[in-house]
């Protein structure tokens, strides 16, 4: 019997229907083996010698394989076919042989692309052996993430107080979000004025044009500058004759775009479905790993990560079929699409993103599949179709027109596109990341050179220049891609780690640098430049490639890295705190201190008037403080006042009608709030912060007196008659009657619910226990029986998150599922997975019993020391057992 090793149990189960008896399929459940988290995983003073730990949750199942292949006549090594894939399985085999369990077997390396039956026995008939430059590829990678991270983390953790950590692809991301954040708060709008006529043909028909000329000098989008110049247009065409002076209709082809690449889905998946884009990747990772069609299982999709943009001759062939049936022979192009793929690594360049079988069409599957699930495969499915599509074909079309009044010639243009054919359009048209008018779009009506036209009226619009906008998951995924920065496939969870370590907050589908994440670019611009450089980033992925095309040694690329890293760090252990404070300061100025709208100096202490606000670094973090601490006292958070905006003051909305005092909005410590009245003999006025997503400039008198009526009585209970309330807290709004608070659920709004809906709120909260009411226990939502042990599988929210639960075993659900969109299916893998992996659940956790004759350990005494890479031993500090583990990076 042969053994196959694959990386999930899902696929395993696929794949041993495919190949039958003689085969025994194993899943590694991903890595084995890591560096572990101490000082000396890679040691760069001996040759970068490298020494991995075994995983603690993997130790059984390579225990179990090593016992299969005792009894195997071959090892099939069938991980997926990327740089992580052939790492996975050189680690398995080297971890076999240092547990002696091969004696002569035949190890083999496959790859398949898609998990079909055709494609995995094909793969079985072309086998190679491990290759050594992917391997090596990898391995740079990883030394070179934890000599960064481990490295670069404990000298932030002494120099700026707060931070959390630094790598060497997450850092360069970081910066990307922090400079677009700077490059917004630098920008100065200008005001500009456009012109538009509104003009109708002889025959009736309207369409607009703009004023793009005046006196034969050509007029810029910019060139009105004022609502002045403006007028003067404006009352100038009022009085004009118009006359179509040319009329140009030029036809245009629009192709459409190659199939989906790692990065190119993320993005459009984004766009198009609103996904992040780790939940894409794990909702493709679903779709290739096969789903239950009509009893059999299929891998509908072909492997998510890849660079490659081509595709397989038998699959453009299906698709030009489906193309002819379905939408007729005039949408198939003459000859096959090619595509040729711009990565620079050959080693990757994968075939594209598709579907495994293309007459597989998304109504057909979607009965199968979850949402998220349908909708990613009929994305897959339109785009792939698309590429194979004819172009679509347009006429675009430009108009000139003349306005003369008196001895002035003023001149408009009208431009429109008209679709003749629409070929792909008519399947798939790809997304953007910026919402534009598109002026080209609209359709003109017929006209003819020296026909008169009749005005129906001007427009004369203010507008403003925009600043770039923020980056979006997608756009951010675009650039880094643009750079050449990190791989495609750690794009996702690059992003997750930014979010999880606070350094950046996603808010209407935006991303915004918190204060943290800018302290620490600031910190590493100032003193580590060259390691978050664009370029240098760039520059090291391309030696990455280098080394997996066999163009250069691994440890080669680590020596000239290493050589000027640890340089840099042995730099700034004499930096003073003083000196990186000054040079935060100055670099953050724009961001920190920003101009007032009054002219007075931002940096004035709006306490005594006469300290300066400077940066400050204490044990929680940065703050901005007086300069003549400790007679003033005054600070505030880094950020004059929340989501960025500038200081405010003290602004007046109006008066309270019922009491007459002054509704003002202020700038505190804690953000913005708006408060009634004054302070009076001590007494402190009534105030309520903004609300969660809420800015300054969203607030009015009717906003700022809604806030300011919580909480509010929303009536009497019918059974005791005592009040029930309405308010916001740190959790959220809820309804409260006596001890019991209800959250508000989607759809209720804090200011308008009503006595029937609080008194339903309060009355499910109070079904749940008293254990409920205390610690949020939820009895559960039941999923049905577990389709081969029998028992109800139930879905809850717990103490640690939500969860599935059946038979005493818990599994917590991925971050994209909750209680009430976890299927059955889902749940039942979830625990099968948790089940053989068998580690107590998270949600079940045993107490453990005290050892007699010792002490308790301390959270403090169970860390362990700070770890150091590098031959060069620091010298222990009195509180070294305290400080923490400085994380390598987890997206690489």
Known sequence: MDLVLVESPAKAKTINKYLGRNYEVLASFGHVRDLPAKSGSVDPDTNFRMLWEVDPKAAKRLNDIARAVKGADKLILATDPDREGEAISWHVLEVLKQKKALNGQTIQRVVFNAITKQAVTEAMRQPRAIDQALVDAYLARRALDYLVGFTLSPVLWRKLPG?????????????????????????????????????????????????????????????????????????????????????????????????????????????????????????????????????????????????????????VSAARRVIADDYGARYVPPSPRRYETKAKNAQEAHEAIRPTDLSRRPQQTKRYLDADQAKLYELIWLRTMASQMESAELERTTADITAKVAARLLELRATGTVVKFDGFLTLYQEGRDEDTDDEESRRLPEMSTGERLAKRSIAADQHFTEPPPRYS????????????????????????????????????????????????????????????????????????????????????????????????????????????????????????????????????????????????????????????????????PLSPAADGAADIGTKKLGEDPKTGLDVTLRSGRFGPYVQLGESVDGEKPKRASLQKGMTPEDVDLATALKLLSLPREVGRHPEDGEPIRASIGRFGPYVQHGKTYANLETGDDVFTIGLNRAVTLIAEKVAKGPRSRRFGADPGRPLGEHPSKGGLVVAKNGRYGPYVSHAGINATLPRDRTPETVTLEEAVALLDARAERGAPAPHARPRRAKRPGKRPTTSAEARPALPRPSARPSKPSANSKTRRKPPTEAAE
């Open 473 to 636: 998951e997608a756009s951010l995924v675009k650039r880094l891609e643009e750079l050449g920065i990190g791989r495609p496939s750690t794009y996702a969870s690059i992003l997750q780690v930014l979010k999880d370590r606070k350094y950046v907050r996603l808010d209407k589908r935006r991303l915004y640098p918190e204060d943290r994440g800018r302290i620490v670019v600031a910190f590493l611009e100032s003193f580590f430049a060259k390691y978050v450089e664009y370029d240098f980033t760039a520059g090291l992925e391309e030696q990455l490639d280098l080394i997996s095309n066999h163009e250069i040694a691994w440890r080669e690329v680590l020596r000239d890295f290493w050589r000027d890293f640890i340089g840099a760090v042995d730099d700034t252990k004499d930096l003073k705190i003083s000196q990186v404070i000054d040079a935060l300061d100055a670099l953050l100025a724009p961001h920190l201190f920003p101009p007032r709208a009054d002219g007075a100096d931002p940096r004035q202490c709006p306490n005594c008037s006469g300290g300066r606000l400077t940066l400050k670094l204490s044990k929680y973090g940065a703050f901005i403080g007086c300069s003549n601490y400790p007679e003033c006292r005054y600070t505030r």
């Open 163 to 315: 931070a959390r950590s630094a790598g060497r692809v997450q850092s360069v991301a970081l910066r990307l979000v922090c400079d677009r954040e700077l490059e917004i708060e630098k920008f100065v709008r200008h005001e500009y004025w456009s012109i538009v006529a509104t003009l109708a043909t002889p025959r009736n028909e309207t369409f607009e044009a703009r004023l793009v000329g005046a006196d034969s000098k050509k007029l810029q989008r910019l060139d009105i500058g004022s609502g002045a110049e403006a007028e003067a247009f404006k009352q100038a065409l009022e009085n004009a004759v118009f006359t179509v002076a040319a009329v140009e209709a030029k036809p245009v082809k629009r192709h459409p775009q190659p199939p989906f690449t790692t990065s190119t889905l993320q993005q459009e998946a984004s766009r198009k479905l609103g996904f992040a884009p780790a939940h894409t990747m794990r909702v493709a990772q679903r779709l290739y790993e096969g789903v239950d069609i009509g009893g059999e299982t299929v891998g509908l999709i072909t492997y998510m990560r890849t660079d490659g943009v081509q595709i397989a001759g038998e699959a």
